[in-house]
């Protein structure tokens, strides 16, 4: 097993010790307090300029599926965004997810849908068999899971379940999200949030003292340089690392033109333009790794 320093440790006991009580997921209840009580997903990335992540999400994703249609496993799925316009596209969605209310969400939202299922699921422990997806998306588990080992079981056990030539898609967040937040925002000159960033540059791992806060919650925030390394040590090919929203997220002033049809796509193609150049990838607050089994 491969521990969060990156040195080789002892082998892992296997995805089953995720279980928790019942077989349910395990995960952090600072993370299930989140989104079960305190943050609506759903709204951030649906609205005002969050829209963009939804937005070239959804084109860096359609560039890169097999010719469809495509059956696709949606890991960490939340209520269905995704799952929503990938539906739509004609593809067949299973989501799973650890958080009941976005289960719940997704399955009252989508369930009437043909080609749609909606479960209580684990990144690290899938319940598919081996070779079934066209693509997986890992979009939301690599954040929260703070330790490398466990991200890269996450990888691997998304690779196991993907076709061979499969792509598995997984999102991350900057190692500098925080830094530029409280730039953008002001929270900088609150000293609680510069400790914040100050760990978050330091070794990646972001812990929000004050959950009444809207700084988020317990995460892991990579530099774009580690993301291969994970993919590749849970032994699949890294194809591209590319910026989803780019600078655009932190301009204040872009929000109030996000609603005007002709300049949100000044402001798409703005992010487009800069996906792939490397020196500008950690600007913005989130990057999708392809990868391919």
Do not use: K
């Not at 080789?8 to 279980?19: D, I």
């Not at 994703?61 to 596209?89: F, N, Q, Y």
């Amino acid at each position: 097993m491969i521990t969060d320093n990156g040195e080789e440790g002892p082998a892992s006991a296997g995805p089953s010790s995720y279980a928790g009580p019942m077989g349910e997921p395990s995960i952090d209840p600072t993370i299930m307090d989140h989104y079960e009580n305190r943050y609506d997903e759903d709204r951030r990335i649906r609205s005002g300029i969050g829209e963009l992540e939804l937005v070239r999400t959804r084109e860096i994703v359609r560039r890169h599926l097999p010719d469809g249609p495509c059956r696709i496993l949606d890991v960490g799925g939340g209520t269905g965004v995704h799952s929503e316009w990938l539906l739509d596209d004609g593809h067949t969605v299973d989501l799973i997810d650890p958080v009941p209310r976005h289960v719940a969400a997704a399955t009252d939202r989508l369930s009437a849908r043909p080609r749609f299922t909606a479960e209580i699921g684990e990144a690290r422990e899938l319940a598919a068999a081996a070779d079934t997806y066209d693509a997986v998306l890992l979009f939301g588990p690599l954040y929260h899971l703070t330790d490398r080992a466990d991200r890269i079981v996450a990888w691997s056990e998304a690779g196991r379940v993907a076709r061979p030539g499969g792509i598995v898609v997984g999102a991350v967040i900057s190692r500098f999200a925080s830094l530029l937040s409280g730039l953008s925002g002001g929270a900088i000159f609150d000293d609680a949030f510069r400790s914040i960033i100050d760990r978050d540059l330091t070794d990646g791992q972001h812990r929000n003292p004050d959950p009444d806060t809207d700084w988020f919650t317990t995460a892991y925030f990579h530099h774009p340089d580690e993301v291969a390394p994970e993919v590749e040590a849970a032994g699949l090919a890294m194809h591209a690392l590319l910026g989803v929203e780019g600078i655009s997220f932190w301009v204040e002033h872009l929000e109030r033109s996000w609603d005007d049809p002709a300049r949100r796509e000044v402001i798409v193609e703005a992010a487009r333009r800069i996906e792939d150049e490397a020196t500008l990838l950690g600007l913005g607050p989130h990057l999708l790794a392809v990868a391919t089994t």
